[in-house]
């Protein structure tokens, strides 16, 4: 329900929402790790704890729940 994603997003670290709001926007890792001066493991570690903690299996799944919770909109660059 989208309370509970709301709940499992609530539960993503400040780090992990910034790695997934880049991912959603359409973002590479490796574009993460650059942004947030990251390493590309720690970026890639970042998103498998991400998957986890909201229950989604792919990139296209996070963009959806993204897209549902308002964390990006559909005019954002890279999604339209």
Partial sequence: TPEDEGERLASLSVRE???????????????????????????SNHQSAIKDKLGVATTAALVHLALRHGVIAASDPGLS
């Fill in 17 to 43: 929402f910034e790695v997934f709001r880049l991912l959603a926007q359409g973002h590479s890792a490796a574009d993460c790790a650059q942004r947030l001066n990251l390493s590309a493991k720690t970026v």
